[in-house]
């Protein structure tokens, strides 16, 4: 069993007697477990506001505008602590959030190559009173990918069960079946000791929930950070997976596609399931801050909902979720309690190499909006669409993409299951170039008519076939008037990529 230091810096050093490392963490938890006393009756508000602040304050240190002398202090401070206080966290060195936790891991399986790859998937798994299903999460993930993409991908396991003994024959188990994807340096099982965890006990009682629920969720959350600590500088992205999952066939195909489809727009997380923390998309460089976070906040709340609170701090607003689903959560025995857990993405597909990439854009219309069914709702991937009060002929609703692409597929749905009259009667789509200001925002100066739209739906196959131009705008332009709302319930783009190598 090897014994690995991650440093301050997030690279693997030499192995190191872990007993200062131990020392030291303690002396973090002591400081926290001091804190926790404080914020008993601490309030959600505050907690927001702390978030808020210290989010705000790494915000401020990194854009430079503090003096030169505390930011290199600051620096050495991160790459050189003393070796007394290399762990404490303070809120000085809280509110930098750029550097990996000093944690010295245990290698039970495999070793990272010196290669970066593409993908990084991390599961963290516990002992379950009732139903195993690391091992089928594990064998889902590598059955559905192609050779090509297994050479981008790399799998840490971090077991995060403190019963030495189950970890040993788990351990047995994972080297017995999966040995060739090991010695490979695809596969990596790791754990963090129990010495760097903070007090399990006397956490507060947040949401009302029982002791054992709290400390369960509170630990959860100390073994995700450890987790995203590790995984940092693995890879260029970063996969966050249960240990119950799944997988859609060539699911990394189907991830780069939407990853180059966004490229030059501004994201935190990108989401491939709507369930728990299966499926949740990240830059590796903000893993570390993710760590960080999770850490500071480990028994104020879930895991999912800390998630939430990230993205939103880091300026992300709306979710971004991709459907179909890639991943299915497929145990039926919660690792809390061995409870039942038969929650199930009805948007799963198993073949979702299909899937669209909405590229980045901007939308406009003329129709009048009902509330706060917004035209981006349309665009969206999450279960929201665009309502507008009766439209007339010649009304509009165009997409207006950030740069011009190529489109291979368009699909839209009008209506719903609950108003299956509100949808468009009578309309045409089009496709669009040569982009000009307008009072009213950009707009396309020269269309092309793609087909009608026929029962308030249309889907149109090989687009970049029929046109000649990288499209700029896509319009929904209104051909009849009608007494009926609208609902335009998805819009799905397909754009056109080379072939990953």
């Known amino acids: 069993m090897a ?33 926790r006393c404080l914020r008993k009756r601490s309030t959600i508000p505050f907690l927001g506001f702390l978030i808020t602040f210290l989010l705000f304050l790494n915000l401020y240190i990194e854009d430079g505008y503090v003096l030169e002398e505390d930011k290199r202090q600051l620096r050495e401070t991160s790459v050189h602590p003393p070796s007394s206080e290399r762990y404490v966290h303070t809120f000085r060195d809280l509110s930098n959030f750029s550097g990996t936790i000093n944690v010295t891991y245990r290698y039970l399986a495999g070793t990272p190559l010196n290669r970066k790859k593409y ?167 903000d893993l570390p801050r993710l760590a960080h976070f999770l850490l500071m906040f480990y028994q104020e709340m879930p895991c999912d909902w800390l998630l939430i609170h990230f993205r939103g701090l880091l300026a992300q607003k709306d979710v971004i979720r991709f459907k179909p689903s890639l991943f299915q959560h497929m145990g039926y025995y919660s690792s809390y309690k061995g409870a039942e857990n038969k929650l199930k993405d009805d948007d799963f597909e198993e073949d979702s190499i299909d899937i669209p990439d909405n590229p980045p854009a901007s939308l406009y219309t003329n129709i009048n909006v009902f509330e706060n069914y917004d035209a981006t709702k349309a665009y969206s991937t999450v279960d929201e669409y665009f309502w507008g009060k009766p439209p007339s002929t010649g009304d509009f609703f ?49 269309y092309i008519t793609l087909g009608e739209f026929k029962n308030g739906n249309i889907e149109v196959q090989d687009v970049n076939h029929k046109i000649a131009f990288d499209i700029e705008c896509v319009r929904i332009v209104v051909t009849a008037s009608q007494k009926e709302w609208l609902i335009i319930r998805s819009i799905s783009l397909w754009t056109t990529q080379p072939p990953i190598q």
């Open 398 to 446: 165009v997409i207006v993409f950030n740069k011009s692409t190529k489109i291979s597929k368009i699909k839209i749905a009008t209506g719903s299951d609950d108003r299956q009259n509100d949808i468009l009667h009578r309309g045409a789509l089009e496709v669009g170039e040569k982009l000009v200001g307008t009072k009213k925002g950009k707009q396309c100066s020269s």
């Open 119 to 285: 993908l990084t998937i991390g599961l963290s798994s516990v002992k379950r009173k009732r139903g195993n299903y690391l091992l089928e999460t594990i064998k889902s993930i590598f059955d559905q990918s192609s050779y090509e993409e297994l050479k981008e991908i790399v799998v840490v396991v971090h077991l995060a069960d403190f019963d030495l003994v189950w970890c040993e024959n788990l351990v047995q188990e994972i080297t017995r079946k999966f040995a060739h994807h090991i010695i490979a340096g695809r596969l990596l099982v790791i754990q963090a000791p129990e010495e760097y965890y903070p007090s399990l006990d006397g956490l507060k009682r947040n949401y009302n929930d029982p002791e054992d629920r709290v400390r369960f969720r509170s630990k959860q959350n100390v073994d995700y950070a450890f987790l995203l600590n590790f995984c940092t500088n693995l890879s260029h992205f970063y996969m966050m997976l249960e240990d119950d999952v799944r997988c859609s066939r060539n699911f990394l195909t189907a991830l780069k596609k939407v990853i180059t489809s966004r490229e030059g727009s501004y994201w935190v997380m990108l989401e491939f399931s709507k369930l728990g923390y299966i499926g949740k998309l990240y830059h590796s460089k």
């Open 3 to 35: 014994v690995v230091a991650v440093g301050g810096d997030g690279a693997l050093g030499q192995c190191v007697h872990p007993s200062e490392s131990v020392y030291s963490m303690r002396l973090v938890w002591k400081s926290l477990d001091k804190m």
